[in-house]
């Protein structure tokens, strides 16, 4: 270490390291105006004592959901006091009480006591204050597919929408958060009749998209000439082939942590390379936990295998173990794609004409499955 090194270790890359972080709002927020007028459109009839409307907002993970619908709550609340808005995470608040509790929060400014009240107790003075105020309510369940995993989504949403029949005058209504695309939310017929929601899509980023995104957060987090062009381009490029923005965003960050674990005032090749590696072993292992029995089973047999395997062979033995069908076999090989365990490759060489190779995308020594 150069003397010069040693005088600049004490000396941070970071200008702002909570740029990093996942809760942190981008003052800068581009990409989303149509969604966000959307928000707008559904919330306007409340501003002037109408009706607001339901939506459902869609999205893969890390578009910008979350933050589109903060940042429009912020800027509902700065605007009229008529509106009351209500972000619920549903991955923390699964119970209708906590869920309730929230909403008690934003009405009267502290939460109810969490025992010796009864939830009807709650419920009424939630209603009859905004009965009083003539107050809209408008309530975001984010990543509300939890609540159906907990069974509350029927109940929830129905208690919210139904109000007004015991509390005339009371306008409420939900936007309802949706990450997994692939969850059917499905309520049940009498929650279907007051919940006619308006779509709004949240489309996956394009690369200049995530590029700029990416400098403008380096911009906020690093000092100035810390980040250069050719590794920026690289994480943005990483991230649209492997991840999405958060990967991008926590890359941004262990690079910076271990250029500065370096002594380094700027982030080199050498680090981008490291940060990958560490990514990479992460994410196989929280892959792995999440993985069922039977996609275990049988990406143990790929792993035990010693040769090249071709998907007929692995089919058949998969049969003979699990006793299950060729189109369960496929779907659990697919999912091992999906998940970027495993790469198949068609190769034409098989016995039955096209075959598929399977190849590990992780060394198995490095992991427990
Ligand atoms: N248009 C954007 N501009 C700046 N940062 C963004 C943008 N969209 C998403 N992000 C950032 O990406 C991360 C994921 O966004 P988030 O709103 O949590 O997505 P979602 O709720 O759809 O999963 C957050 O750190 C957020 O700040
Ligand atoms: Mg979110």
């Known amino acids: 270490m150069g003397i010069e090194d040693i005088l600049m270790y004490d000396e941070s890359l970071f200008n702002n390291i909570n740029a990093f972080d996942p809760d942190y709002m981008p003052p800068n927020y581009n990409f989303r105006d149509t969604q966000m007028e959307g928000m707008a459109m559904a919330i306007r009839p409340a501003m002037r004592g109408g009706q607001p409307s339901n939506a459902i907002i869609l999205g893969s993970p890390a578009t910008g959901k979350t933050t589109a619908i903060k940042k429009v709550f912020e800027m509902v609340e700065k605007t009229t006091e008529k509106v009351i808005c209500v972000y619920v995470n549903c991955q923390i608040h699964t119970t209708r009480f906590g869920i309730f509790s929230q909403v008690y929060k934003k009405v009267f400014g502290y939460l109810p006591p969490e025992t010796g009240i009864p939830f009807s107790k709650i419920y009424a003075e939630i209603m009859k204050n905004l009965q009083k105020n003539e107050k809209s309510l408008i309530v975001a369940f984010d990543d509300i597919n939890y609540l159906f995993q907990s069974k509350n989504a029927n109940k929830v949403v129905y208690d919210l929408l139904r109000a007004y029949e015991e509390y005339p005058g009371v306008r409420t209504s939900i936007f309802a958060i949706l990450s997994d695309l692939e969850f059917k939310y499905a309520f049940d017929k009498n929650v279907n009749t007051v919940f006619i929601p308006q779509e709004i899509m949240f489309p996956l980023y394009k690369y200049s998209e995530i590029e700029d995104i990416l400098r403008d957060r380096a911009k906020a987090g690093f000092f100035p000439g810390v980040l250069s062009d050719d590794i920026l381009e690289q994480i943005a490029m990483y991230t649209l082939e492997n991840g999405d923005l958060r990967v991008g965003i926590n ?8 250029a500065e674990a370096s002594a380094s005032r700027e982030i080199t090749q050498e680090h981008f390379d490291k940060a990958i590696d560490s990514l990479v072993s992460i994410n ?38 699990t006793g299950s069908s060729y189109a369960s076999f496929n779907r659990t090989l697919e999912k091992l794609e999906f998940v970027r365990l495993i790469d198949t490759k068609f190769t034409g060489k098989g016995s039955r004409g096209q075959s598929r190779q399977i190849i590990l995308r992780f060394n198995p020594e490095d992991y427990q499955i």
């Open 251 to 258: 890359l941004l960050k262990s690079c910076g942590n271990i």
């Open 284 to 321: 196989v292992s929280e892959t792995l936990k999440s993985l069922n029995d039977v996609e275990k089973e049988l990406l143990k047999m790929i792993v035990d295998y010693d040769g090249i395997y071709t998907a007929g062979d692995l089919s058949e033995e998969y049969k003979q173990k």
